[in-house]
């Protein structure tokens, strides 16, 4: 997801950002533990002129634990008419957040129940019905974080993937794009058209979109589609008419970053990608397979380092997704980071140390969010984990790593991590783990010292050159109010003839070291780079 650039340091995003506006969230529920949903069947309806749907939602779970007599789904607002269990008629109570339906008899753990619920009303939230920036009427689903249960009951945490199905009778001259596959188009009597997408990989809920409006329909590039190739991946672009033109210039590079992370990540997880304008809320939401950007985003037409994020959440956030909210490091840290790659890779490096030292600063600049752990289970508005430790400081957690392990380990170790975990959930103890076997390096004093403790690193440096010995004697202190970090702090010294730089390995509150060097040195500079979260300060001489 996109969020709001509020910083003025990051300003010059802000032509491509916009978002993330809070919004009233129900808590989420305590995640399921007697089912598995595998799979959901949403069929629905709707007119031109409405903002009300009329659905069917039929939920394949398997029954886990020690099997149960009833489950239970998230679900606000909506009417529910009826309720089948296996096609019969079941005995069902609506709460006000919640369904709960009777089997009949007791599940076995491992047994297959088919659930499908009959259901009208206005979506609350989750199901947009809003007009365009045109004035033209449009449907777009928004469900990050855990909005879905506003339109279709489900279990709506990412815990708990699956595969999804939806069957869309929508008016007829209107396109209706959504996650997975398009199976299925064709008109109905009475001006409607029904189009059937479906998802062949599960996918976190929160990515189950699909959205219905009057759009234009582009190819912009495909990948894999040559004769002999065993997989076809076609991007295309789905906007308002009056904007194909904006959207051109914004998507222009979608195929080129969808071809880097393929290469460089492992394979694109999905069966296509959609690149979506829609009505809804934030900036850009990584809707699996079908990216939602804001109208606004699109109509600017420039700025696309919204466009790589979102496409690198494809891989990391949809296809390897965060198993607890309070891992969204997971999701939006590896976005972050994994846009400025791509502008690293591609001739573009100053955009990429730009975004980089952005992020920093935004980070220094949120002492509320400072003051906290990235991993942080204490947000019980899930809105609030959209903040400077998931995005700016998570993308830093990375790349400080990928300074540590050096470019082959720690690519080798990300391609590992996303295909061990490509459709499935992780937590940062698997990250962890994979690092660590890649490496050879035992890694849980990184790990611990930049998530799951607050704050950062206040280095102060003192130097003085030792004419006798012919050495540099460095005095480091870290200052900050937090324990001391072991960091690599690299120094640049350039004299009569040399330039050289050397890697120090700082521990504790202080430290000394010594750096024999060709003569005297004209120039010391210390972490040139910008390689250390946090500011790095040369307080003065030596006494
Ligand atoms: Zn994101």
């Not at 978002?19 to 129900?26: D, F, P």
């Not at 997989?231 to 789905?238: A, F, L, M």
């Not at 611990?448 to 010995?469: I, N």
Request: proline share 5%; glycine share 8%.
């Amino acid at each position: 997801m996109w969020q709001r650039s509020a910083s003025r340091l990051t300003s010059y995003l802000v032509a491509a950002a916009l978002c993330a506006a809070g919004g009233a969230v129900t808590p989420s529920a305590a995640p399921q533990s007697v089912v598995d949903v595998l799979s959901y069947r949403i069929s629905l309806e709707f007119g031109a002129a409405d903002s009300a749907i009329r659905a069917v939602t039929e939920i394949t779970c398997q029954v886990s634990g020690d099997g149960t007599e009833r489950v239970r789904f998230d679900l606000v607002g909506l009417i529910v008419d009826s309720v089948k269990v296996a096609g019969a008629n079941a005995a069902f109570g609506k709460g006000v957040g919640s369904l709960e339906v009777e089997l009949g008899e007791r599940a076995a753990p491992g047994d297959t129940v088919v659930v499908a619920v009959f259901y009208h009303g206005n979506p609350e939230d989750g199901l947009i019905f809003r007009r365009n920036a045109y004035g033209r009427p449009a449907v777009f689903a928004d469900n990050w974080p855990d909005r879905a249960r506003y339109w279709f009951p489900s279990v709506d945490h990412p815990r708990d993937k699956a595969m999804v199905e939806f069957r869309v009778r929508a008016p007829a001259d209107w396109e209706v794009v959504a996650s997975g596959r398009l199976v299925e188009e064709k008109l109905l009597d009475g001006d409607a058209k029904l189009t059937v997408w479906a998802t062949e990989h599960p996918i976190p809920v929160y990515t189950m979109v699909f959205g219905a409006a009057d759009l234009s329909v582009e190819e912009l590039g495909a990948l894999g589609c040559e004769v002999g190739s065993d997989r076809c991946v076609r991007i295309t672009q789905w906007v308002y008419p009056e904007d194909e033109e904006q959207a051109r210039v914004l998507f222009r590079r979608a195929p080129e970053i969808v071809a880097f992370f393929d290469s460089l990540i492992g394979p694109f997880p999905y069966e296509k990608l959609a690149l979506v304008q829609s009505s809804t809320r934030y900036g850009g939401m990584e809707n699996a397979s079908a990216i939602f950007f804001g109208e606004g985003v699109v109509r600017r037409g420039r700025g696309d380092v919204v466009v790589a994020h979102e496409i690198a959440h494809q891989w990391f956030g949809d296809a390897v997704t965060e198993r607890e909210w309070s891992h969204l490091w997971l999701a939006e840290g590896f976005a972050t980071y994994f846009a400025s790659v791509f502008y690293e890779f591609h001739g573009d490096e100053t955009l990429a140390r730009r975004l980089r030292d952005s992020a920093e600063a935004r980070y220094l600049a949120s002492p509320q969010d400072v003051a906290r752990p990235v991993i942080d289970s204490l947000p019980a508005n899930l809105m609030e984990l959209l903040n400077a430790n998931n995005y700016q400081k998570g993308a830093w957690v990375l790349q400080m790593l990928r300074q540590l392990l050096g470019d082959e380990m720690f690519f080798t170790g990300i391609r590992r991590y996303y295909a061990e975990y490509r459709h499935g959930t992780a937590l940062t103890a698997d990250l962890q783990r994979v690092m660590e076997e890649v490496s050879g390096r035992e890694l849980d004093w990184y790990f611990d010292q930049w998530l799951r403790r607050p704050g950062y690193p206040q280095v102060e440096t003192r130097h003085a050159w030792d004419a006798g010995e012919g050495t540099l004697e460095l005095h480091v202190s870290q200052v900050q109010s937090w324990p001391a970090y072991r960091l690599p702090l690299t120094l640049e010294a350039a004299g009569a003839g040399f330039s050289l730089r050397r890697t120090f390995w700082v521990e504790g509150s202080d430290s000394r070291h010594q750096w024999s060097l060709p003569g005297e040195p004209r120039r010391v500079r210390v972490d040139p780079d910008n390689e250390i979260l946090g500011p790095v300060t040369v307080v003065g001489a030596l006494d």
